[in-house]
């Protein structure tokens, strides 16, 4: 079993920056794949990047050139460095680790962005 926790979550003005944090509850072994999902209110949630045990990454159109993930330096932290803020950012944002099988999910973050 393995908890997910995340932080950074904030109000900011558009066009500013935030990087959410994710904290497993243990170090993780072999391949897994460690994601950032945000939902909206009213919309479905969605994956907004990833990144693999490998390093490979993956970013959704809407936050390519923006976001970047990373992980720490330990294989139990990952980051997502959310720059050029817009209004349509504004959502709850979940991390989420697939490992062995089964999928863990952080209780979420809430980012805002607004004037």
């Known amino acids: 079993q393995v908890q997910l926790v995340e932080s950074g979550g904030d109000l900011v003005q558009p066009g500013g920056s935030l990087r959410l944090s994710c904290v497993a509850s243990?170090?993780?072994?072999?391949?897994?794949?460690m994601g950032w999902y945000r939902q909206a209110p009213g919309k479905q949630r969605e994956l907004v990047a990833h990144?693999?045990?490998?390093?490979?990454?993956y970013y959704a159109d809407s936050v390519k050139g923006r976001f970047t993930i990373s992980r720490g330096n330990a294989e139990n932290t990952v980051y997502l460095q959310m720059n050029s803020l817009k209004p349509e950012d504004t959502a709850v944002y979940y991390c989420k680790l697939d490992y062995r099988g089964v999928a863990y999910w952080g209780q979420g973050t809430q980012v805002t962005v607004s004037s």
């Open positions: 990144i693999t045990s490998g390093g490979s990454t």
């Open positions: 243990r170090a993780i072994f072999g391949y897994y794949v």
